[in-house]
């Protein structure tokens, strides 16, 4: 097969999220040409949306907190949230590679990363979260953005990729770039990247890999459609845990921000539409997604909503700590009511029933009875009046499964051979959340494997092009 090229490279990526820019800068910190083209004019990924929460385990900031921490503790911690799944080598891989990414990231990509020490994230066992002072994952995008720029790194926004070009043994050798500005360009690559995302912002995908949340509203970013880990399939790309996904089960309605899940951490407790508890909220804000997707009643429009209840305690020690969850205040997204009764015809809840709901829980955090859930975690309560409210959907972050890679992010093939010069990262590849659903996400694993896959694949694509591979 014969194409004629508009232009040559030594790495493209394709997609300028978080997995993206690492990837970049990764193989560029080896003196290695690479450029970035991002399908989008302005920078949407789900690293964007994220909290920008990183887990290190055994990092030099844990040191400094005394907090002892290791990846063999992450390992465990990991596997016992996810369970069994079909990308666990991938899982112990991440982990002994968590510390030297956060490390990375602060000292050369210049992010402005700290420990969360105030309360332990869904699925650890210690603190080991690092992000943003303002926890928000624009910041850390946005020092990545400058730590590339800085490098003369390029960046093509506008540019969607329309396919791969292989040859015809199967190797990757370049792709098909359908610019606005500079229309249809064939791009030859010794190595590519994806770094593309996964497939949430795709309702067929969705509906096929993971339908019992395919009902709930997309919150991620609009460029996880799929594309990519579609390109990898056709060249014979293996997939592993497909089935997975991320999920978010109190996203504040109509605003469109999360409630953060500090609150339900700390006694928040959420009921569907008649005032009543359906479940254990502290299995994870991933995790009790279904549950809230199931119990919730569907409005016009087909929002599902149910409601977070907490008190004036919980709000105010949130309030201090997160940015976010500030915001979501200052434009009304929570309700304070100084009674059961109040609180309840807010949103037209049955006041018998969520004064019978409060009153159980109370009992329960107060140790007087078991919780009939199963929760054992009760934060700050038994709650205490004034109460607050927040109306809430479940909602899709996004997919935990894609391409399965090796240990140097190359795609592998069903029979175990890479696709040649294919790597993957973040979205597009396996996760490490378990096999299917969203019970086994524990907080940070979206970036963890967006960060530290792109850093990976960006310094093993660089390697081979230095040894003439």
């Known amino acids: 097969m014969s194409t004629q090229w508009d232009m040559e490279i030594d ?8 997995c993206g820019l690492a990837a970049a800068l990764s193989a560029n910190e080896l003196g290695v040409e690479v450029g970035v083209v991002e399908k989008f004019e302005e920078f949407q990924g789900n690293t964007t949306l994220s909290t920008g929460s990183i887990p290190g385990a055994g990092t030099r900031f844990q040191r400094e907190a005394k907090i002892d921490d290791s990846p063999e503790k992450l390992i465990e911690d990991l596997l016992r949230k996810s369970g069994p799944h079909e990308a666990e080598e991938l899982t112990r891989l991440l982990a002994y590679e968590s510390a030297p990414l956060v490390e990375w990231l602060v000292d050369y990509a210049k992010a402005d990363l700290h420990l969360i020490k105030d309360y332990l994230h869904v699925g650890h066992s210690v603190p080991r979260l690092h992000a943003p002072p303002a926890r928000k994952g624009k910041f850390l995008h946005d020092d990545l953005l400058r730590a590339v720029r800085a490098r003369n790194i390029p960046i093509a926004i506008g540019s969607p990729v ?4 292989a040859d015809e043994g ?9 610019g606005k500005r500079t229309g249809e360009q064939k791009i030859r690559a010794k190595k590519i ?13 969705v509906r096929k890999y993971c339908p019992e949340i395919a009902a709930a509203e997309y919150f991620g970013g609009h460029g996880s459609t799929g594309e990519a880990i579609v390109w990898g399939e056709r060249l014979g790309g293996e997939f592993a845990n497909i089935g997975a996904y991320q999920g978010y089960a109190i996203v504040a309605y109509p605003h469109g921000s999360i409630l953060s899940w500090t609150t339900v951490e700390k006694g928040a407790i959420v009921v569907d539409p008649k005032g009543k ?7 994870g804000y991933s995790g009790y997604t279904p549950d809230v997707l199931v119990h919730s009643v569907s409005r016009p429009g087909h929002t599902r909503l149910a409601y977070a209840v907490f008190d004036t305690r919980i709000r105010d020690y949130v309030a201090s700590h997160e940015e976010e969850f500030r915001d979501l205040l200052e434009i009304g997204g929570t309700k304070e009511r100084p009674a059961i009764d109040d609180l309840a015809t807010t949103y037209g809840l049955d006041p018998q029933s969520l004064e019978e709901t409060i009153q159980a829980y109370n009992t329960a955090a107060r140790g007087k009875i078991k919780d009939p859930f199963g929760r054992t975690d009760f934060g700050f309560a038994p709650l205490e009046p004034p109460y607050v409210i927040c109306q809430v959907t479940p909602g899709l972050f996004h997919t935990q499964g894609g391409l399965k890679v090796n240990r140097l992010g190359m795609v592998l093939r069903g029979d175990h051979q890479i696709i040649k010069n294919l790597f993957a990262g973040g979205g597009v590849t ?9 019970r086994g996400y524990a907080s940070g694993n979206g970036l963890l494997s967006a960060l530290g896959l792109g850093r990976i694949a960006g310094r093993a694509a660089a390697k081979e092009i230095l040894e003439g591979i």
């Open 430 to 438: 396996a996760g490490i959340s378990g096999r299917m659903g969203a």
């Open 277 to 283: 508890r359906f479940g254990d909220e502290s299995i």
């Open 193 to 205: 990247i994806l770094a593309a995302n996964g497939f949430a912002a795709n309702p067929e995908m």
């Open 162 to 165: 329309g396919n791969l070009v």
């Open 11 to 18: 790495i493209l990526v394709i997609g300028a999220g978080g």
């Open 170 to 178: 199967g190797t990757v050798i370049g792709a098909i770039v359908q």
